[in-house]
């Protein structure tokens, strides 16, 4: 499975991103997919999680403020990043679990900075 992750890039604090992580498989047979990002020098963690059926997972700093959606149809998922912070700076990378194989992207920057 190859996952193709855009539309990270510059903001300014409190703006808005949408990011899309399209993969080259029927998403509807993952067990789920998710968004997880690493700023420099920091491990890299779980934003936000959606699974097969459509159940959603945040990591607290995300909540209220990021939305994870699926377009089966498409094969994409989004992360949608409203009211964006710059310690929301970070590489965001998407991951597709088909079980017992995990899968990523290559990542894309997102930089919020005035």
């Known amino acids: 499975v190859q996952l193709q992750a855009s539309g990270g890039g510059l903001v300014q604090p409190g703006g808005s991103l949408r990011l899309s992580c399209a993969a080259s498989?029927?998403?509807?047979?993952?067990?789920?997919m998710g968004w997880y990002r690493q700023a420099p020098g920091k491990q890299r963690d779980l934003v936000a999680l959606?699974?097969?059926?459509?159940?959603?997972r945040y990591a607290s700093s995300a909540k209220g403020r990021f939305t994870i959606s699926r377009d089966n149809a498409k094969n994409t998922v989004y992360l949608q990043m409203n009211s964006l912070k710059p310690e929301d700076t970070a590489v965001y990378y998407c991951?597709?679990?088909?079980?017992?194989?995990?899968?990523w992207g290559q990542g894309t920057q997102v930089t919020v900075s005035s």
């Open positions: 498989e029927s998403i509807f047979r993952s067990n789920h």
């Open positions: 959606i699974t097969s059926g459509g159940d959603t």
């Open positions: 991951k597709a679990y088909y079980s017992p194989y995990e899968y």
